[in-house]
């Protein structure tokens, strides 16, 4: 489809869906078995959707009620708006690239985001990780988590699994417009680079901050070296609180 598609009642079988751009509307189930080809407008289920096999999506919206259960690896968004609840099943594998989550996201899986992008939260958005995160930055770069700009409530990123900053280039949450609240019993890991909290006039990362932590000379505050066992942070990077004036 390219158009404008409304389909009312379950699908069956299997073979592959292409949505190439319009609006397409889907009013029942859709079997697990069919697989979605999915770029530019926008997709709506209405309904329970499972994916047992990997989908691509590219400058999509993917929306709809109900929520959306991906259970293979390789899966991958670029440039997409999330608006549907999702969970990355611990079978999973999710590539992040330049999108906003609109709507709980529970990762029970493996969320990568590759080096130079960034990722918004929006109102009625929030991230939960119970299995394991990374963000990459090649040197030179830098690889963001913000809150949107609009919508005037805080947004929250949860980690109760592992969040892990890989790459010697600068991983970022930051909190510019809205605030965005980091929370969480997991475990952060700076395996190299800087993971930063970038604030502009709210505080973030409370999970990272709780400790006290030592005054550096250009107003940014860093994490001792090496972190100590058993406290929920490692690595080799540096974990650091940046005031940006």
Same mark, same amino acid.
């Given at each position: 489809? =390219?158009?404008?598609?409304?389909?009312?009642?379950?699908?069956?079988?299997?073979?592959?869906?292409?949505?190439?751009?319009?609006?397409?509307?889907?009013?029942?189930?859709?079997?697990?078995?069919?697989?979605?080809? &999915?770029?530019?407008?926008?997709?709506?289920?209405? =309904?329970? #959707?499972? &994916?047992?096999?990997?989908?691509?999506?590219?400058?999509?919206?993917?929306?709809?009620?109900?929520?959306? #259960?991906?259970?293979? *690896?390789?899966?991958?968004?670029?440039?997409?708006?999330?608006?549907?609840?999702?969970?990355?099943?611990?079978?999973?594998?999710?590539?992040?690239?330049?999108?906003?989550?609109?709507?709980?996201?529970?990762?029970?899986?493996?969320?990568?985001?590759?080096?130079?992008? *960034?990722?918004?939260?929006?109102?009625?958005?929030?991230?939960?990780?119970?299995?394991?995160?990374?963000?990459?930055?090649? =040197?030179?770069?830098?690889?963001?988590?913000?809150?949107?700009?609009?919508?005037? *409530? *805080?947004?929250?990123?949860?980690?109760?699994?592992?969040? $892990?900053?890989?790459?010697?280039?600068?991983? /970022?949450?930051?909190?510019?417009c809205l605030p965005l609240a980091f929370?969480?019993?997991?475990?952060?890991?700076?395996?190299?680079?800087?993971?930063?909290?970038?604030?502009?006039?709210? $505080?973030?990362?409370?999970?990272?901050?709780?400790?006290?932590?030592? /005054?550096?000379? &250009?107003?940014? $505050?860093?994490?001792?070296?090496?972190?100590?066992?058993?406290?929920?942070?490692?690595?080799?990077? $540096?974990? &650091?609180?940046?005031?940006?004036?």
């Amino acid at each position: 489809n =390219s158009g404008t598609l409304t389909v009312n009642g379950a699908r069956s079988g299997g073979g592959q869906f292409v949505h190439s751009g319009g609006t397409t509307t889907i009013n029942g189930a859709v079997p697990t078995s069919i697989a979605l080809s &999915l770029a530019n407008g926008a997709f709506n289920v209405n =309904s329970e #959707l499972v &994916l047992a096999t990997p989908i691509s999506l590219s400058k999509q919206t993917l929306g709809g009620s109900g929520s959306l #259960l991906m259970n293979a *690896t390789g899966n991958s968004l670029s440039s997409c708006t999330l608006s549907k609840p999702t969970t990355i099943a611990s079978t999973a594998t999710l590539s992040l690239s330049n999108t906003g989550i609109a709507a709980a996201l529970v990762n029970d899986g493996a969320v990568t985001m590759p080096s130079s992008q *960034t990722c918004t939260i929006f109102p009625g958005g929030s991230v939960l990780n119970r299995g394991e995160w990374t963000m990459n930055a090649a =040197s030179g770069q830098q690889t963001s988590m913000q809150a949107s700009c609009s919508g005037g *409530t *805080t947004v929250v990123f949860t980690n109760d699994g592992v969040l $892990r900053a890989t790459g010697t280039g600068t991983k /970022a949450f930051q909190n510019f417009c809205l605030p965005l609240a980091f929370n969480g019993s997991g475990t952060v890991l700076a395996d190299a680079g800087d993971l930063v909290e970038l604030v502009g006039h709210r $505080r973030v990362l409370a999970q990272l901050l709780e400790r006290e932590v030592a /005054a550096h000379p &250009l107003g940014r $505050r860093h994490l001792p070296q090496p972190f100590q066992p058993g406290e929920g942070l490692g690595g080799d990077g $540096r974990v &650091l609180h940046a005031q940006r004036k």
